[in-house]
């Protein structure tokens, strides 16, 4: 986790300087600090999702004030932390379950095309390199031999009766 200022930084060397001078008994010669500083506790996390999807999730975690040098309780800090986690992970989840029910129904249907007859059937949801997108690529070169192979039968068919036509006619 780290800790970003609000303003600048430059209040924050003042303000180390204030104190250090304070510390010393010489209140006098210390600058004026505005003590109204702020800093933020930020965590960065990346998500990747399905692998073309990435979010940048910001989770501020706490507001700290520098002047009254507040002792955030940690127990506190890990529960929002992991519930932030938790929330996050469970989006992320619903997500890419909701991405893979939605192309896995694709394969389904290109399937049962191609078992009642249709052999023109093609699935478009080969462009991610998965799993399913593997998948997806063997079951349209499945699809383009099969159709290439009922264009060879069907120009066979033709040509034998073609020959039987021919042989009838000669005899």
């Known amino acids: 986790m780290q800790c970003y200022p609000a303003k600048s930084t430059e209040a924050v060397k003042r303000s180390h300087h204030a104190k250090q ?3 010393k008994k010489h209140a006098k010669l210390a600058k004026p600090v505005n003590l109204s500083r702020r800093y933020f506790f ?30 955030v309780n940690q127990y506190s ?19 890419m379950a909701r991405s893979l029910k939605a192309r896995l129904a694709d394969l389904t249907e290109a399937i049962k095309a ?19 997108g593997i998948v997806a690529t063997a079951f349209n070169d499945m699809a ?23 042989v009838s006619h000669d005899l």
């Open 114 to 132: 191609m078992a009642a007859g249709d052999y023109r059937t093609r699935i478009n949801s080969t462009a991610i390199r998965d799993e399913i």
């Open 21 to 23: 001078t304070q510390s």
């Open 144 to 166: 383009d031999r099969l159709e290439e192979s009922r264009a060879q039968e069907a120009e066979l068919e033709r040509l034998k009766r073609q020959l039987i036509t021919n």
């Open 42 to 71: 930020v965590s960065v996390a990346t998500v990747i999702l399905a692998g073309f999807l990435t979010i940048f999730v910001f989770l501020i975690i706490a507001i700290l004030s520098s002047a009254n040098h507040l002792k």
């Open 77 to 95: 800090l890990l529960l929002i932390a992991a519930l932030a986690t938790i929330t996050t992970g469970a989006f992320a989840s619903f997500y």
